[in-house]
């Protein structure tokens, strides 16, 4: 194995066990995502580990595919979402009900959304014209817990985590059984998962993919594979905009432009404020029917 960069997700797999498994490790993208949002540790660290994850996904696809996370609940946390593009462009946000309400640095997710918590993966290929969409009930205590239950009902695979972020890193480990394993070596999952249980979180956050697996499984065949880059969501979308421009309406963009000179519009998931001066404003509305005159 050769090092790589951060910012990567590595596919692995341990040949003479028939165990597959993902490596991903952010940091420059990771804290983009982090910049000007002041989310308390609790938050931080969620949307972290949503975040690896995402991009642990994404290496088992063998067709780029975009990939949408959400958490949602009732709480005081009624919403993360993770986007990760068809380019591996990557975008997440946490929403909070109220700001003024103090949350605890220990407090885990499921408390966080508080009631009808639920997770959903949305996955569109570019050849499909129907997304793929699964929307299940929380299940279990943490993060961790609710995601392994939620790959065992889509996959059918016995799959474990290991996920962790902090303000400068997100980070995550994910290995899967593949039915071919128990005939290749009836022990090699449960001695897999032993062996990956004693990954430390500092390991976690700090080795790159070629250290930390040939720290872990010593003794197995890694075979991995190239690693992919995770970039952070940079592009302006300018039919978006002009579909939020149309949305908040002509005259009120007037009045905005008469009042401040410019057009300010705050994209919440990629974390973009866009300054949009009078003419390029406008443009949103360059095809709009001229009103009929008055009659008198």
């Known amino acids: 194995m050769t090092p790589e960069s951060t910012d990567c997700v590595t596919p692995f797999l341990l040949e003479n066990t028939d165990i597959r498994g993902a490596h991903v490790r952010l940091t420059q993208v990771w804290q983009r995502v982090l910049a000007h949002r002041l989310y308390p540790p609790a938050i931080r660290r969620a949307l972290g580990q949503l975040t690896a994850f995402a991009a642990l996904l994404s290496a088992r696809l063998k067709t780029p595919t975009r990939i949408t996370l959400q958490a949602q609940g009732k709480g005081l946390v009624p919403l993360v979402v993770v986007d990760l593009s068809l380019e591996r462009e990557l975008r997440a946000v946490a929403q909070r009900r109220d700001e003024a309400i103090p949350i605890a640095d220990d407090a885990e997710l499921r408390e966080l959304l508080g009631e009808a918590a639920q997770l959903a993966l949305i996955m569109e290929l570019p050849a499909t014209h129907t997304p793929y969409i699964s929307i299940v009930p929380w299940e279990g205590t943490t993060l961790n817990d609710a995601l392994e239950a939620f790959l065992a009902q889509s996959d059918q695979q016995p799959t474990r985590l290991w996920l962790s972020a902090d303000d400068q890193t997100a980070a995550g480990l994910m290995i899967q059984k593949l039915p071919t394993a128990d005939e290749k070596d009836p022990d090699g999952w449960r001695r897999t998962v032993l062996l990956a249980e004693t990954l430390r979180e500092t390991e976690l956050v700090q080795l790159d993919a070629s250290t930390l697996l040939t720290r872990l499984f010593a003794e197995e065949t890694i075979r991995a594979f190239p690693s992919v880059p995770i970039i952070p969501y940079d592009r302006v979308e300018p039919e978006r ?36 001066e009078r003419n390029e404003a406008l443009a949103a509305f360059a095809n709009d029917l001229p009103s009929s005159p008055r009659i008198h």
């Open 241 to 276: 905009i002009q579909r939020l421009l149309r949305l908040i309406g002509r005259d009120e963009v007037e009045a905005m432009l008469a009042e401040q000179g410019v057009v300010e519009i705050h994209d919440e998931l990629s974390g973009h404020t866009y300054r949009l």
